[in-house]
């Protein structure tokens, strides 16, 4: 079927993409910082679907770790035909005059350099194959920004305008490239932004059905499946009863 990377597939999106994506047919590479999870997630697919998986352990904001790792796997895997640029974060929800610089770093390191560390290292494989298709996951949060979401919303916004640019710089050699904008999803997202309060990050989705790991995945998946003519550049989803990155119509 082909080869897709998915980053932050310990977790959340990225994990229901790698499961899908598995389901389907396709070879698999999981990337993410813990371990045991890759493991456990290498265990799964294997047993369940047969899949070939290529667990690779980096954090995605150390350069030198991601061209080690990422650049030095076997030739066989770097023929790529998916990229999922899904790791990232929120880190605090503060108003900007109050925000914390080892936030502030960690959404900027992460969403930000570490996307495009990954992809500088993924694209001229593709460019070289003239095939292959990236699929940056952006948030509501570029679309608007919401009070104390400040960074965590330029971040967004920077992967908006990265994606644009690949898609120009990119369109010689065929690859696709798509940004995908989820609204309010329950994962680990709302307990890794309120530093592991876990009553505050379930307060966020009383009052509405959110979007699951799994609505993000299926729509994921999905825009990998249209003919090879045919390209998904931007695509928002949100809850039913979320208008926009600040109205959520609970009750
Ligand atoms: P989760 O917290 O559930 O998963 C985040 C994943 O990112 C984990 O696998 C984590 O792996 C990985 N990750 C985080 N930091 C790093 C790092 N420095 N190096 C490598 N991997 C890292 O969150 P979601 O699945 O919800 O979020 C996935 C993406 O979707 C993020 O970019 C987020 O901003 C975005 N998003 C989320 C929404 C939501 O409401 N949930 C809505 C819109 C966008 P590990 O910790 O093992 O390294
Ligand atoms: C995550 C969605 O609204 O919690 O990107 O910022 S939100």
């Known amino acids: 079927m082909g080869i897709v990377l998915v980053t932050g597939a310990t977790a959340g999106f990225g994990e229901a993409c790698a499961i899908t994506f598995a389901s389907k047919g396709y070879d698999v590479i999981i990337t993410g910082r813990r371990k045991e999870r890759l493991e456990a997630l290498q265990t799964q697919l294997t047993q369940e679907y047969g899949t070939n998986v290529l667990p690779l352990h980096f954090d995605v904001r150390d350069e030198q770790q991601v061209a080690d790792v990422l650049g030095n796997i076997?030739?066989?895997?770097?023929?790529?035909?998916?990229?999922?640029?899904?790791?990232?974060?929120?880190?605090?929800?503060?108003?900007?005059?109050?925000?914390?610089?080892?936030?502030?770093?960690?959404?900027?390191?992460?969403?930000?350099?570490?996307l495009l560390y990954v992809s500088r290292i993924v694209m001229p494989w593709m460019r070289s194959r003239t095939s292959g298709h990236i699929i940056n996951i952006g948030s509501t949060a570029a679309k608007n920004v919401y009070a104390k979401g400040n960074v965590y919303c330029a971040t967004k916004s920077a992967?908006?305008?990265?994606?644009?640019?690949?898609?120009?710089?990119?369109?010689?050699?065929?690859?696709?490239?798509?940004?995908?904008?989820?609204?309010?999803?329950?994962?680990?997202?709302?307990?890794?932004?309120?530093?592991?309060?876990?009553?505050?990050?379930?307060?966020?989705?009383?009052?509405?059905?959110?979007?699951?790991?799994?609505?993000?995945?299926?729509?994921?998946?999905?825009?990998?499946?249209?003919?090879?003519?045919?390209?998904?550049?931007?695509?928002?989803?949100?809850?039913?009863?979320?208008?926009?990155?600040?109205?959520?119509?609970?009750?």
């Open 74 to 114: 076997p030739e066989e895997w770097r023929a790529i035909d998916v990229l999922v640029n899904n790791a990232g974060l929120a880190a605090g929800l503060s108003s900007i005059e109050e925000g914390s610089l080892d936030d502030w770093n960690a959404m900027i390191d992460t969403n930000v350099k570490g």
């Open 159 to 251: 992967v908006d305008a990265i994606t644009q640019g690949m898609r120009i710089d990119l369109l010689p050699y065929r690859v696709k490239v798509t940004a995908i904008h989820p609204g309010a999803a329950e994962t680990e997202f709302s307990i890794v932004r309120f530093k592991g309060d876990e009553a505050r990050a379930k307060a966020f989705y009383e009052g509405f059905i959110p979007l699951s790991a799994q609505d993000v995945a299926d729509v994921v998946y999905y825009v990998t499946t249209l003919p090879a003519h045919v390209c998904i550049n931007d695509l928002v989803l949100t809850p039913l009863q979320q208008a926009n990155a600040y109205y959520i119509d609970k009750n």
